[in-house]
Each structure stands twice: as C-alpha cells, then as structure tokens.
C-alpha cells in the first residue's frame, strides 16, 4: 500500500524479527512509524487475511473445537486487522495488539504496553491464558521465532510452515507441520 521500497524495508525488518535476527521491540513500533496504517488500510488487510486464509483452517479448528480444544489467536498482529479473520474462523479470543486512529482514521499510535510487542511476550500472554483458562493442556502452533519463545510455557510446541517454513522454528518445534489439516493427528 506504500510501494515497493516501503514494502521491501518493513519485509525485511519483519523477517528478520520472525527469524530471530532482530528482537520484536528493535522493528515493532518503527514498521508503524513508517507505514502509518490509516483504518482503511488495516480494514483492508483484514479482508487479505480472509481472501488467503489457510484452507484447512476453519475445518480443523471446527474438528478440534468438537473435541473439546479452544482455539485462541495470540500475534504480534494487530487486533483491528485479524478480528475479521477470527470471525469466520468461529475464534472468540485474540491477543493482539490494538492500534489507535484519529477521527478521521489516521494512524495515532500502537499500544506499546502490549507484551506482544516484544520479544518473550508471547510466553507471557500464555501465562496468563493458561492461569486464566485452566486448560488441562496448552498447544501452540506458530511459524516465527516469538511463537517459538512460548515452547517453555506450553505442553507442545507445533511449527507451522506452510507460508514460511523457517529453519529456527522448524529445529526447535517438538513437531512440524505444513497444513493445518495435520494437527488433529499430531495432539
């Protein structure tokens, strides 16, 4: 949305946080700073997300729901943008983080208390949600490295590779899938 040398530096500062090059903190609020989302612009990636989602994604997560798993969206993604997503995927629960618009739908800012803003903030929202839910088992699935960082706190860790199968991730998940039609076999 902001040409291709804008897209360029925000892809390469986004993999390099997604491959544990740079923390999440380091390129987090500086990719906003040089995009400046107006609230069309986030309205538009959410209905990307829907135009490419995942294609076995709503049946697997109906699968899992029906034997008794709760599926919840944790991402360093924005709030605005993957609620549309969660909606046709039937996902009450996302932790992400909001940005803030002025009136006119410009871009205001980020919520930077938001642990997901930063590297090992994962791990701590799924403190939270297991000290909250009291689930008897906690399952992650995640393709970047933050994902990766909750494998101490979770009962398994599932890489995912479908879009991007990154090495790091691929070498530290207990279990590694390219679809997400295989993890009712894997937990």
Known sequence: MRGPEIFREVEQMTNDAMNGKLSVEAVFGRRLEIIRPRMQDVEAVGRRYIETIEPTARK???????????AVIVSGGF???????ADVLGIARIEAVDLFFNPDGEYAGFDERYPTT?????????????????P??????????????TKPVVDLFVGFGRYTAREKVRAGAERFITSL???PGVI
Do not use: C, F, H
């Not at 697997?60 to 709760?70: K, M, R």
């Open 181 to 183: 039609d295989e993890l």
């Open 136 to 149: 008897s088992r906690v399952v992650m699935v995640g393709d970047g490295v933050s994902d990766l960082e």
């Open 79 to 85: 709030r605005q943008a993957i609620r549309p997503l």
């Open 118 to 134: 930063r590297s090992g903030g994962k791990p701590d929202v799924m403190k939270i949600l297991r000290e909250e839910l009291k």
């Open 60 to 70: 697997t997560i109906n699968t899992l729901a029906a034997q008794g798993w709760l």
